[in-house]
């Protein structure tokens, strides 16, 4: 076919789409199927070593990273280029903050390798440079999980589910290995939200992540929730992989990933779901790569 015919198909795919006749194809069972890598991988220059998590506010416009070793939460716009703000973390245990999870509004949530989640708001004033995460403050939740049966295997990815728990919220977090395990946390009195403190923490595992995940994902390095599916979007840092998992355990789909960044091995820390549906992928020391979804439609119709 010569270059004008396809430019005439092209123009009657894209006039049909427009009119309805014809939709996106939802031939595949996991939105993975269709995901293609945007170029190479993008260093963030701004960002020291250490990067370890990813998370999209789109009430905000604005991707939250956080830094482990330098306890720093980093903001960026929506092309990930351009830095708004850098808020230093104060009051934890120490620095080992390995995830972080929007919750909506200000409101976000911090996962230690301790396995312990703080839920604080960011500061209003855009010249802030500190964000207080002293669990005894008023304005800082603590949410508590079993501690990890060995050093540094703790909590490694959050996600949130915003319309879980009849719109409470249900947020999900990743113990790295030995074993893995994914704790669910909600409220126990359904529709309330998870930072409302008098009501009691409701912690379960969904399934069995140990077995479910066995020869799929050697650890589980970040997450992100899909509220396109209702499963959870689950990285592996050694398997360079990103899954697709329903809430029964079932690998519904698999992306694998490539497994050099830049020159030199990949250690994928955390993905986020961010504008037009864009997988954004991060890496030690401080890279990312977006992800985007081709689009195969089908007729509609008889």
Do not use: K
């Not at 999870?101 to 230690?112: F, Q, T, V």
């Not at 990890?148 to 589910?161: H, K, Y």
């Not at 947020?171 to 409302?196: C, D, M, N, Y």
């Not at 403190?197 to 992100?224: H, K, N």
């Amino acid at each position: 076919m010569g270059a004008g015919a396809w430019g005439t198909a092209i123009a009657v795919v894209l006039a049909l789409a427009g009119c309805g006749l014809i939709s996106p194809s939802n031939e595949h069972a996991s939105p993975l199927d269709g995901y293609r890598r945007d170029g190479r991988a993008f260093p963030l220059a701004d960002v020291g070593p250490d990067l370890s998590g990813i998370t999209y506010a789109p009430e905000l416009r604005r991707f939250l990273l956080i830094q482990n070793g330098g306890a720093r939460l980093y903001e960026y716009a929506p092309d990930l280029r351009t830095r708004t703000r850098v808020l230093q973390l104060r009051g934890g245990p120490s620095n080992d903050f390995e995830a972080v999870a929007w919750l909506g509004g200000s409101r976000i949530a911090l996962a230690h390798e301790l396995n312990r989640v703080v839920l604080v708001h960011l500061p209003e004033a855009p010249d802030a440079y500190e964000l207080e995460v002293d669990p005894s403050r008023d304005d800082v939740v603590e949410l508590v999980l079993p501690p990890p049966s060995r050093g540094n295997r703790g909590l490694e990815g959050l996600c949130f589910d915003p319309d879980g728990n009849a719109g409470g919220g249900i947020l999900f977090a990743l113990q790295e290995s030995s074993p893995r395990r994914i704790f669910r946390l909600q409220r126990s009195r359904p529709g309330t939200a998870l930072h409302v403190a008098t009501v009691p923490l409701a912690i379960d595992e969904p399934f069995d992540a140990e077995a479910a995940l066995e020869g799929s994902a050697e650890d589980l390095s970040g997450c992100a929730y899909d509220p396109r599916t209702g499963r959870l979007l689950i990285v592996s840092e050694r398997s360079s992989v990103l899954l697709d998992v329903a809430l029964d355990g079932t690998v519904v789909g698999r992306l694998r990933l490539p497994g050099v960044f830049r020159g030199g091995a990949a250690h994928y820390e955390g993905v986020a779901l961010g504008p037009r549906a864009g997988l954004y992928l991060v890496s030690e020391p401080a890279l990312y790569q977006r992800m985007s979804r081709a689009v195969v439609y089908r007729l509609v119709g008889p």
